[in-house]
């Protein structure tokens, strides 16, 4: 009898990476505590065909790694790790944390350094991915210190991780192309646009995008999912916004962001909670002061901030922003070590404008 872990596992491997014979497939999980998920994985890899290659971690070492490491060290990237990133067919990675807030007391400057020698990895998979020569999924196993951030008992996350991802379905894959299907008509709709403008609580802000494909996203990349994105054009944003919603990101977090916006560049940046880590980020690189990305979050099975940003950038009735990198695939070209997700609430008011077309009110579509 199947369990939900084996369920789980053939989401990941014959629809999110379409796992074929001869692939190779790396299966990542931050911690052993993965252990059982990481299993159904390796097995289904195993039917399809595929040579799984599993990397698993163990807690505590990228603090140290960031305590100790020299600057030379903080700027080195092994070969063998570039080598996979070069060469490996199917990526699945598997969040396992054991501690969420391990990195909360790191040194900026060194996380800042470390993200900036690192971006050469993404950018790697970025653009093979977009060349249809890799696939890649990102997911989460429940643990403790997940449930804990989201102030539920660990029982209680299972379940919202499970419902999330469309597991207590008999058929999750049904589901996700019926999210699909939605969705792509907003896609169809939104890749007519040229002007995007996002107005409420103190926000009012537009995005160009004409040239840019919008994304529907099903569960290809991220498990769970449900979001409509784009990379707006790289000089051609304006305005304010202002996330209500908690931001975490590397474990630290940033509380009442608020941006302003210049041709593309963030030009002032404010925080209620977590300035000095917000500065540290947007100062990474060239590239970390730009707009990376633009989505409207679908999936109604989240509704409440967790503080995990695969979960929270998903929730009905919000629209998140990403600092930093773009995705090639859409059209972007804004290159960085950074891309952090803020979230924005739009129930209270929010409003989207397609081309001064109202086509989004109070968390929802209208079109």
């Excluded at 977009?130 to 804990?148: C, H, I, K, M, Y």
């Excluded at 926000?203 to 160009?208: K, W």
């Excluded at 952090?340 to 397609?354: L, R, V």
Aim: hydrophobic letters at 35%; proline letters at 2%.
């Amino acid at each position: 009898m199947k369990t939900v872990w084996d369920k789980y596992a053939e989401v990941l491997v014959d629809y999110s990476t379409n796992v074929q014979k001869g692939d190779t497939v790396q299966i990542r999980a931050t911690s052993a505590e993965a252990k059982e998920l990481v299993k159904a994985v390796y097995k289904r890899v195993l039917e399809r065909g595929g040579h799984p290659i599993v990397r698993t971690s163990i807690a505590d070492l990228s603090d140290i790694f960031i305590k100790y490491a020299s600057d030379e060290q903080l700027d080195y990237v092994d070969p063998i790790t570039k080598m996979e990133y070069e060469t490996i067919d199917k990526f699945i990675s598997i969040g396992a944390p054991l501690n969420t807030k391990n990195m909360a007391r790191a040194d900026l400057n060194k996380l800042s350094r470390r993200g900036k020698a690192t971006k050469q990895l993404s950018e790697i998979l970025m653009s093979r991915s977009a060349r249809g020569e890799a696939s890649w999924v990102v997911a989460d196993f429940p643990t403790n210190a997940l449930a804990q951030e989201a102030k539920m008992s660990l029982d209680e996350y299972t379940e919202f991780l499970i419902k999330s991802c469309y597991l207590d379905l008999d058929n999750p894959v049904a589901k996700l192309r019926e999210l699909d299907e939605k969705q792509s008509k907003w896609a169809n709709y939104l890749n007519n646009a040229k002007k995007i403008r996002i107005t409420g609580e103190k926000t009012d802000i537009t995005f160009g995008v004409a040239g840019r494909k919008w994304v529907s996203c099903s569960g290809l990349n991220n498990y769970p999912d449900g979001e409509v994105f784009t990379s707006p054009v790289e000089d051609n944003v304006n305005g304010e916004i202002y996330f209500d919603f908690p931001q975490n990101y590397r474990g630290n977090e940033a509380h009442g962001v608020h941006l302003w916006i210049e041709n593309g560049q963030i030009v002032k940046a404010k925080a209620d909670k977590g300035e000095d880590f917000l500065h540290a980020m947007l100062n990474m690189d060239e590239g970390s002061k730009g707009i990376g990305e633009i989505a409207i979050g679908t999936n109604d099975e989240i509704q409440e901030v967790t503080g995990n940003i695969l979960f929270d950038e998903k929730i009905g009735g919000s629209i998140h922003m990403a600092v930093g990198a773009s995705y090639p695939e859409t059209g972007g070209k804004n290159v960085s070590g950074l891309h952090w997700d803020m979230i924005k609430n739009m129930k209270n008011g929010g409003k989207i404008y397609a081309d001064d077309v109202l086509i989004y009110e109070n968390g929802k579509m209208l079109i």
